[in-house]
């Protein structure tokens, strides 16, 4: 049974490029979360997305987007790169499967290292 | 502000002792779910542990247990017959029923010496 996993593993940008990452999550899951972890810091989510729409959002600006597939899997975008989007991104998965909120737990994927230049 | 608080940010053991890590949160809301992860130098986070804050019963894995004590706002992860397999950054989370952000504390470093 795979987990969640992420690609790529490590990515270098520069200031104002674009970016795309991927996670597909765990066989049986429908809902993928994205966070963002700075060096020394906790994980800061991003957003959800379930049934191929955003349900809820963090504190991060419009440059943050997303994209649910038919197949549960999701790409996370981050235009116009800053040097401050330097960090470890987070894919986790679980289940809601129509229960409000889910009584299953999140599971991480490896995460992305993103080095902006 | 609704946020999750570990005050120690580096803790030290030997091998085979128990140590307890601190957490204490802030929120309003009655119902919610509490949560140890453990992120290795691997970077993956792993799920130590859970507590659903209406059930009084302290949660227990194996050598992990938590001391909930929600009046305090507090949740506390004791590991008893520490192992060097154990070092890890450990976060405490918080997680609202009917939502699945999850809100991350800063996190302890663990080292296990032997």
């Known amino acids: 049974d795979a987990g969640v996993t992420q690609s790529p593993t490590h990515l270098i940008k520069t200031r104002g490029q674009q970016v795309t990452l991927r996670c597909s999550p765990k066989s049986g899951h429908d809902t993928v979360s994205w966070y963002q972890q700075a060096l020394g810091q906790g994980p800061q989510f991003i957003f959800q997305y379930y049934e191929e729409e955003e349900r809820q959002r963090g504190n991060f600006p419009d440059r943050f987007s997303g994209h649910q597939f038919p197949n549960y899997s999701s790409e996370l975008n981050v235009n116009a790169l800053l040097l401050g989007d330097s960090a470890l991104y987070l894919c986790a998965s679980s289940l809601i499967g129509g229960l409000a909120g889910g009584r299953y737990e999140q599971y991480f994927g490896p995460g992305t290292r993103l080095t902006v230049t | 502000a609704q946020t999750v608080t570990q005050s120690q940010p580096e803790m030290s053991v030997q091998e085979a002792e128990t140590v307890t890590l601190s957490c204490t949160y802030d929120?309003?809301?009655?119902?919610?779910?509490l949560f140890w992860y453990k992120q290795p130098p691997s970077r993956q986070m792993i799920l130590v542990i859970r507590q659903e804050a209406y059930k009084q019963q302290n949660a227990t894995e194996n050598r992990f247990s938590v001391n909930f004590q929600k009046a305090a706002k507090s949740f506390s992860l004791k590991i008893s017959d520490s192992q060097l397999g154990d070092t890890a950054m450990y976060f405490c989370a918080r997680r609202f029923e009917g939502a699945q952000k999850l809100v991350f504390g800063q996190g302890t470093r663990l080292t296990i010496n032997p």
């Open positions: 929120t309003s809301e009655n119902n919610y779910y």
